[in-house]
């Protein structure tokens, strides 16, 4: 069966890098492209973007251009998302997301969410 | 972007009860919809896609309809494991939006 695996929580302070991961198994990796999108704290959920898991190749929303960095292990079958100069407002949940099978833009399987906390 | 505006914010119904939910675009977004349920402390999970397509092994009593601006999920016969968070999200035009979410509770 299909499964995203993130990576565990982390503690960071403003400043700071973070590297998120998202192992995917029971499906071509470079079939699906890999969404992301963050859920702060009793918030709802914002796309942050995603990658060509077959070339690559990164789209970002104009929230996330600069400190965001959508990358592959693509012999690893894993996405990882990197979040560089952290600021207390990026603590949140941060989920990875395979495209649909039937549309590319939605999301049809979810990883279970990778928690970053920033805090001085 | 488009602005995605859910209603209502919570919902409180009866076992066995019909629900709906609707979602709103700030624009045309040509069916290009989707609904999600998150379910306290989990990930969400595809219910509708194409504003009314069933993923599958999505219980039938989910369902969704709607074009233009205006969309709605509904939910028949609810059940107690319905209780979680609903959000539509727009995939029309970069970036894809969602809604900001419609929690349902059992009365």
């Known amino acids: 069966q299909i499964q995203l695996v993130q990576s565990g929580p982390e503690l960071k302070k403003p400043g700071e890098s973070v590297k998120i991961s998202c192992k995917a198994s029971g499906y071509t990796f470079t079939d699906y492209a890999m969404h992301w999108v963050k859920q702060a704290p009793g918030k709802g959920l914002k796309w942050m973007g995603w990658i060509n898991t077959y070339t690559g190749k990164p789209t970002y929303a104009d929230d996330f251009k600069g400190r965001f960095v959508f990358s592959l292990e693509a012999s690893a079958s894993t996405a990882n998302l990197q979040i560089s100069n952290l600021k207390n407002e990026d603590t949140a949940t941060y989920f990875c997301?395979?495209?649909?099978?039937?549309?590319?833009?939605?999301?049809?399987?979810w990883g279970q969410g990778a928690s970053v906390t920033v805090s001085s | 972007d488009i602005r995605m505006t859910q209603s209502p914010a919570s919902l409180s119904a009866s076992l066995g009860e019909t629900v709906n939910i609707e979602c709103l675009a700030s624009?045309?977004?040509?069916?290009?919809l989707a609904w999600y349920q998150q379910k306290p402390g989990k990930s969400p999970q595809l219910l509708i896609y194409n504003a009314n397509s069933l993923q599958n092994g999505v219980p039938s009593r989910f369902s969704g309809s709607g074009s233009g601006t205006q969309y709605s999920l509904k939910i028949n016969s609810l059940q107690s494991e319905d209780v979680a968070t609903y959000f539509c999200q727009q995939y029309n035009n970069y970036p894809f939006t969602f809604g900001s979410g419609t929690k349902l509770e059992i009365k």
């Open positions: 997301a395979r495209q649909g099978d039937s549309s590319p833009y939605v999301m049809d399987a």
């Open positions: 624009e045309d977004i040509y069916s290009d």
